[in-house]
């Protein structure tokens, strides 16, 4: 079963205006979520994360938000850029001691000029 | 380039060789993991090392792959009788002390 999904395979945006990716995720024990951009041929970069005991991270253009009560996170990337074009993974990390990362299937974003 | 970085970036294989990639982390990055990543899905854990200790392994590992840290440093993840199933993005990546793991640029196994 997937315990962390990421709902929307594919979102287009117009350069300038925001994006939003969003991700949902099940096993309560989570306590540490990360955001990954990725471009074909090359590995996860990482981008942003949040603890479970914050409700918000931000970082230049990137915000992470997250509702533990829903147990939903979303990344918010303002202004878009087209080199923003990449497939997005978010991952958490459970609390086994050993902080391997659970992902889900990733969105690709699109941003257009 | 101080990355983690991974070779070979692409093998090709006939099914039945065995196979073996190297990951060589962040140098003062104790922690090592790898992972794989098959087409339409996230990166999937495989095993954990801390320094040259395999601490945790997936129930993805099966008993024809095996991975090693022998000296607490770079890392090689085995293949054996490699099956068409085994064609994935196999990733590596490092940790420090913190919660961030720093991923290589993978290599990429076709097995015909």
């Known amino acids: 079963d997937q315990q962390v999904k990421q709902n929307s395979p594919s979102l287009s945006v117009q350069e300038g205006r925001i994006s939003i990716l969003n991700c949902d995720y099940t096993?309560?024990?989570?306590?540490?979520f990360l955001w990954y951009k990725k471009y074909p041929a090359e590995g996860p970069t990482f981008l942003i994360s949040?603890?479970?005991?914050?409700d918000k991270n931000e970082d230049g253009r990137f915000t992470v938000f997250l509702n533990k009560s829903a147990k939903h996170l979303s990344l918010h990337i303002v202004p878009s850029q087209p080199g923003d074009s990449a497939v997005y993974f978010c991952a958490a990390r459970g609390n086994s001691g050993y902080s391997t990362l659970t992902f889900g299937k990733g969105t690709m974003l699109l941003v257009s000029p | 380039d101080t990355g983690v970085s991974q070779n070979p970036r692409h093998k090709i294989t006939k099914r039945g060789q065995n196979v073996t990639f190297r990951c060589d982390p962040i140098?003062?990055?104790?922690?090592l993991y790898w992972y794989r990543q098959t087409l339409g899905q996230g990166p999937e854990f495989l095993t954990y090392?801390?320094?040259?200790?395999?601490?945790?392994k997936s129930r993805l590992l099966s008993d024809r792959f095996s991975a090693e840290r022998p000296k607490g440093s770079f890392s090689t993840l085995e293949i054996q009788r490699t099956e068409q199933g085994d064609s994935a993005m196999y990733l590596c990546?490092?940790?420090?002390?913190?919660?961030?793991?720093?991923f290589g640029p993978g290599t990429r196994l076709l097995v015909l």
């Open positions: 096993n309560s024990m989570f306590d540490y």
């Open positions: 949040i603890s479970s005991i914050k």
């Open positions: 140098s003062e990055h104790n922690r």
């Open positions: 990546a490092s940790r420090p002390q913190g919660e961030t793991q720093y």
């Open positions: 090392f801390q320094n040259e200790a395999q601490l945790e």
